[in-house]
C-alpha cells in the first residue's frame, strides 16, 4: 500500500489498472494496457493521511483493507 496525504475538495484518480507509472494515482496508462479498466476517482471531504491500495484486490477500493 502506499501512504497518501490527501486535501479536502482536492480530486484524485485512483489507478485501478496497475500500469500507471505514478502509483497509487492514474496517468491514463490504461487506455492502452487495459482499455476496459478505469480509474476509480474521488474527492475527500477532509485533509488525511490514508493508505491507498497497490495490490488492486481491496474490497474498499481505493482504500488498502488488507487483502495483500
Do not use: N
Amino acid at each position: 500500500p502506499f501512504p497518501v496525504e490527501l486535501r479536502a475538495g482536492k480530486k484524485y484518480a485512483w489507478c485501478a489498472c496497475g500500469h500507471s507509472k505514478s502509483q497509487p494515482f492514474c496517468d491514463g496508462a490504461h487506455k492502452k494496457a487495459a482499455p476496459g479498466i478505469s480509474p476509480l476517482r474521488f474527492t475527500p471531504e477532509e485533509d488525511k493521511t490514508v493508505w491507498l491500495c497497490g495490490c488492486k484486490r481491496t474490497r474498499s477500493p481505493p482504500y488498502c483493507d488488507g487483502t495483500h
